[in-house]
């Protein structure tokens, strides 16, 4: 199954993702930030990477566009969880290159639907 | 695969609980004008996650409450709006309201809706300031209009679809490919390729997407479901949907009529849906979920800790470091020969050291760092004194001073007590201070830090200090003290502390709910800690606390009394002395007092209040312990001193129940139970028999 | 109307009595002695039975309240069940028995009661327990479930939870 970063600075957020996620049979690797996340990606690669946005430190977006300057990051799915659903949010995160977003709140079921649209 | 999110639950309270601090004391900084970006971002964040946390684990309301305080943190954020003082009012009787709702749930009780409803149209009124109300109201008309054009709309038999990913698609991480598995689901998918764009093969960035799709999908789903396939990659490509021309599907008439009707009805369309309902909840009034209806709240919440991934690291090193000296001394005890007798104390003493550090270690896991109590104070003191109208000064230092969980939830109380009788009693108005030359903001300093294997906190501040006058006129008038006692200041001060001291006119409706500093003492008492206070007129008063680390763990000094074991807590023993009979007076009924250094403390014989059979009687033949509780000396007899030593504090009340004069018990090395004394308990047993007497008098020699 | 919701009541233990898998609603008594008597608990109540071991005494507890154990770091009471019916004393030996019994309460609770011998686990079903007979004021009976005979022994089945409630041990 895929190898997955999940990155949220809420913990319950975060145990929600990586539980389901796992659940399904993936692995997971989590990062409480963008930074933190940016510098496990530095040094492995995922099939998949899921950010909330708004973080210390480092926001999703940033981190997104810190990702595709990666080169084991250019063609990744990087999914955005974003509480936002307006036209200019999605546009922000496009233009961040992310691959597409999960609108808050998510359940698990809409989580793994999310996901499998992604890995195909 | 079905995932009960309620498991969840307890870790998002936590955090939110923490984010509510966090907001609460950031919302405060902002009162006091320092605003920026850091803080407000900080605040922002948390709102964000409660808001979030709490529409994904099912608590709507808590969510749609939360929205119009984050909508207001946007704008400020954002700089589209100035900070009120007003406002931060709002927003933090807001963060109140949030804490009593999560509460609630968490509890399964009622939530004051009233109180919801109210602080709710509070935000509302603060937004609808600006047009962000209207704004809000445009965009829940245009979706649910978006809504029925779609129910009309899908009388077809498939759709026609237009594909042309522009070349920097693929750096997006979408990928053609899923996009028609996906479509696939839907329907019967015929994919035609056009590779006519592909260069010659040396012009070709190997990074671009050259090809386009014509696309056949025979279905029966709405361009809604169609659309949304391409979602995320709408502004990345040319798309074009339009219906197929196709009379070849008969049976559609039958379908339709189902689909017509589960589309009409909003509760099935999954994800537009829910994007509606977070957006719009900010103009109407709140929906307030009742929370008792909710199943998915048990009340079984177990309380956790929050361990730094470091101290567990350095825990499974020291487990780690066990196993070795356990595999050392079991291979020494395979064959043992009295050669290996070295090797073996070297190895139990490895052994010792370990046990002592996981010790340790363990305990600090249950250390927190005080600020998790400190941090309720700003917002106590900018509430009580914008009350009173004093100027204060709230100064905190050592709040990373770490204190064991238990000890940290029960300090809490007496701690508040103590800061309101400061802000109420001690420190003055502006006009007196100005009077008196002091600067007419008053100070107030929390301090804590370590001392031993205690923590101390000090309470200080730069008031009036305590009125020795009144308190002697009030102890006269209590019958306490009597009229013609001469009592030095560090006596009178200590009056404060006797019980049936503090009265209903001592108390005033902002510094106590009836309580007093006699409670306030024995609630330190009984953490095994002690309070004392240092006043001097005009300068101000310093009450000092000091707490053992832990509840868990504490010195011992075990005595033995009648063939018994028991324990004295090593904090509250001064000293231990052989009897002179000569300084032994004994007054009327059975009361023996002891002479030690000019003070006269009680002599307390365990074998009587304990009703203990044999153990020495001669006083020459035994020992005084001399030891220490609510600030009153007494002496205890005791037979024989043995060792000191570290115990692991254990409740009697977990199988059976409180026992007077008994604080606990522990297991000690031979693996008998003894029993932990409480001097505090005992003093009162002592009374008990002459309560007649007016032994609370303090006695001065 | 009052028979028809007692049938119904009825039918609901049978249906739980089949789910706990005993036959005929009968219930698992571990027996013991204590003087001549008998009396049983319900075997599932018995976390374990062990020998007598010297006990720490509590200070200013009735004297049925033996003392204290180290049962694995668990601080657990030991009551003697002779003293708390008003028996005579009977010395404690290198046979005494004490049985360690989980008391539900307000918290759940571990106690542990000093009987003469430990006799036998008995399957009993429900029907052959009888209420107990009213002693009046002589013998508290509060905390007896019932009686039966095991080959023609009369055995005082014990609710442990009234038995061994605060109130009456402490």
Known sequence: MANILAVDDSASMRQMVEFTLKGAGHTVTSANDGQQALDIAKTKSFDLVITDVNMPNKDGL????????????????????TTEAGPEKKQEGRAAGATGWLIKPFNPDQLLATVKKVLG | MSIDVSQFHSIFFEESFEGLDTMESGLLSMSEGETDADTINTIFRAAHSIKGGAGTFGFSNISEF??????LLDQIRNGERDTTNEAVEVMLSAVDTLREMMSAVQDAADIDEEKVAHVSSELTRLLQSDEEAAEAQTISDETSSNETTLATEHQQAGWKIDFKPLPHLLQTGNEPSRMFNELAELGKLDVELDDAALPHFSDLDPEAC?????????????????????????????????????EQHQDTTQLE???????????????AEQAVSTQSPESTAPKVDSVKKKPSTPSTEMASIRVGTEKVDSLVNLVGELVITQSMLGQIGENFDIKMLPQLIDGLEQLERNTRELQENIMRIRMLPISFVFNRFPRLVHDMTSKLGKKVNLVLSGEQTELDKTVMEKIGDPLVHLVRNSLDHGLEIPEKRLAANKNEVGELHLTAYHQGGNIVIEISDDGAGLNEEKILQKAIEKGLVEADENLSPEKIHELIFLPGFSTADAVSDLSGRGVGMDVVRKNINSLGGNVEVISEPGVGSTFTIRLPLTLAIMDGQIIQVAEQRFIIPLISIIESVEIEPKKVKRVTGKGELYNIRDEYVPLIRLTNVFNLDGGVETLEDGLLVIVEAEDRKVGLFVDELLSQQQVVIKSLETNFRKVTGVAGATILGDGTVAMILDISGLLTMHREPAKQLNSSVIKVA | MMSQINNTENDVLNVLDVMD?????????????????HYGVEILRVQEIKGWDNVTPIPNTPSHVCGVLNLRGVIVPIIDLRLLFGM???????????????????TPRIVGVVVDAVSDAQSISADAISVAPDLGNVVSTHFIDGITNIDDRMVMLLDVDKLLSIEQVG
Do not use: M
């Not at chain 1, 940033?62 to 969880?81: E, G």
């Not at chain 2, 009529?257 to 994800?271: C, E, L, R, V, Y």
């Not at chain 3, 005579?88 to 307000?106: A, C, D, H, P, R």
């Open chain 1, 62 to 81: 940033s981190l997104t566009r810190d990702l595709r300057q990666l080169s084991a990051f250019k063609f990744t799915p990087i999914l955005v969880l």
């Open chain 3, 88 to 106: 005579t004393f009977n010395e404690y030996t290198k046979t005494t028995v004490v049985i360690v019994l989980k008391v539900q309460g307000i």
């Open chain 2, 210 to 246: 050259y090809l386009s799709w014509q696309l056949r999908l025979e279905t029966d789903a709405s361009i809604e479901a169609v659309q949304e396939v391409f979602e995320w990659v709408e502004d990345d490509c040319e798309l074009s949907i339009s219906p197929l021309v196709d």
């Open chain 3, 21 to 37: 898998g005993n036959e005929n609603g009968a219930l698992q008594y571990l027996t013991f002695e204590l003087e001549d008597e």
């Open chain 2, 66 to 71: 939360t929205h119009g305080l984050e909508t």
């Open chain 2, 257 to 271: 009529k189902p689909f017509q009707d589960t589309d009409a009805s909003p509760s099935t369309a999954p994800i």
